[in-house]
Every structure is written in structure tokens, then in C-alpha cells.
């Protein structure tokens, strides 16, 4: 069965430094992957995917991921965290040819001064 | 441009109350559909979801239900609320595969 890790709850980074959120999948094919943001008592926002091709992926706000199939991950980073970033972020991944997208448990980010 | 409204934004109700939480989505059409349940500090949880007018597959067995009556309307229901049902609800579409969720923006729902 699908299924995503997140295995930090919380960080907590300093501003200008940087990032990576940590995420690790169950999925018996190549999957298509995805981080979104949510900032308080909002949606979510989709960042960005994977789901063929070059390994590392670009988003929006200046965070990209990159897949790694041996080790089942799909880690967000970002060379300069700004207090702006300060959310919870989720992993998820989607089943091909499905409907269904299985979420992780979110790492909260906070930035510090 | 494709966009999504939810509402409302939060919704205070007693125990044994009915629920009705509508979202809609323009610019787009034969939208997948969702109902997502977020609890206080956990993940999103899917509740149903829909692939079409009337279709409507349930993934937890709960108090809850949905129903499509039209291509970008969804509505989630319920005829008694428990406390348990209390939470952030959120509403997504999304085109075919591969392509990521857009969320709307929420209902907080409070069971007192």
C-alpha cells in the first residue's frame, strides 16, 4: 500500500539559512510526488511534482526536491530560508492512473531571526 | 483561469445538527473532486472523492456524505454532526494525472 513518511514534525531554522524537509515513500512504481505548503487556517498551495524525468525538480518560491529512487525519497530544500517560509509542509504522493494522492503527517517550519 | 471557492469559511454548530459545505470550481470542466478532513495538528485525511456527476466513492466510514449534483459542484453533508466531526475541511480538484491538487481555501468547523 501507499504510503508517506515525514519523519520531522518540526524544524526550526534560522532566517538566510538553509533547508530540507525530509519525505520517504511506500509505492511499488514510480509515483508521481508532490509538496505543497500551507500556511495557517489556509489551503494548500502545490509547490512541486515529479512525476518523470530529470531527478531534480524546480518549484515556486525558490524550493526544489529531488528523487531519489534507492533510498524511496523525495526531500524539499531551499538554499535561503525567509521568515515568509514560516509553514507547515506536507509530502505526498499519487498512485498512476489513480485518483487517490496519500498524504504525509506535514513538518511544521519555523524561521527564526 | 481555473479557480475554487469554498464555504463557508467557518461554521459553528451544535451536536445533532445538520451540515451542508458547498464547493464549487470554474474555468475548468469534469473536474476530479475532494473532500479532505484536516484535525488539529494531523494530516489530511480523504474523505470521498468524485470522478464525475453523481459518482461518489467514500474512503471512511463516518458520519459524513457527499454528493455531486452538478459537473463543478460538491457538497459534503451530514444529518446529525458529532463532536468528533470537528476540524478543517478542504475541498480540491484536479485535472488528470499527473497534475497536482488545488485547494480551496477551508471551513473550520467547530461541533460544540
Known amino acids: 500500500a501507499q504510503s508517506v513518511t515525514q519523519p520531522d514534525i518540526h524544524i526550526t531554522v534560522s532566517e538566510g539559512a538553509s533547508l530540507e524537509l525530509r519525505c520517504n515513500y511506500s509505492?511499488?512504481?514510480?509515483?508521481?510526488l508532490f509538496w505543497y505548503v500551507q500556511s495557517p487556517g489556509q489551503g494548500l498551495q502545490l509547490l512541486l511534482k515529479?512525476?518523470?524525468?530529470?531527478?531534480l525538480v524546480q518549484g515556486i518560491k525558490g524550493f526544489e526536491a529531488e528523487f531519489k529512487r534507492s533510498q524511496s525519497s523525495f526531500n524539499l530544500r531551499k538554499p535561503s530560508v525567509h521568515w515568509s517560509d514560516a509553514a507547515e509542509y506536507f509530502c505526498?504522493?499519487?498512485?498512476?492512473?489513480?485518483?487517490?494522492?496519500?498524504f504525509g503527517a506535514g513538518t511544521r517550519l519555523f524561521v527564526k531571526a | 483561469s481555473q479557480t475554487i471557492h469554498q464555504w463557508p469559511a467557518t461554521l459553528v454548530q451544535p451536536v445533532g445538527s445538520p451540515l451542508s459545505l458547498e464547493c464549487t470550481v470554474e474555468?475548468?470542466?469534469?473536474?476530479?473532486l475532494y473532500w479532505y478532513r484536516q484535525a488539529a495538528g494531523r494530516g489530511l485525511q480523504l474523505l470521498f472523492y468524485?470522478?464525475?456527476?453523481?459518482?461518489i466513492s467514500s474512503e471512511v466510514p463516518q458520519n459524513l456524505s457527499a454528493s455531486r449534483p452538478q459537473d463543478r459542484q460538491f457538497i459534503l453533508s451530514s444529518k446529525k454532526l458529532l463532536l468528533s466531526d470537528s476540524g478543517f475541511y478542504l475541498c480540491?480538484?484536479?485535472?488528470?494525472?499527473?497534475?497536482?491538487?488545488?485547494f480551496g481555501s477551508g471551513t473550520r468547523l467547530t461541533v460544540v
Open positions: 480540491a480538484w484536479r485535472s488528470a494525472n499527473p497534475h497536482g491538487y488545488t
Open positions: 515529479y512525476f518523470s524525468g530529470d531527478t
Open positions: 474555468g475548468t470542466s469534469n473536474p476530479n
Open positions: 509505492y511499488g512504481a514510480t509515483p508521481y
Open positions: 505526498a504522493v499519487g498512485n498512476t492512473g489513480g485518483f487517490k494522492t496519500i
Open positions: 468524485s470522478v464525475g456527476i453523481g459518482q
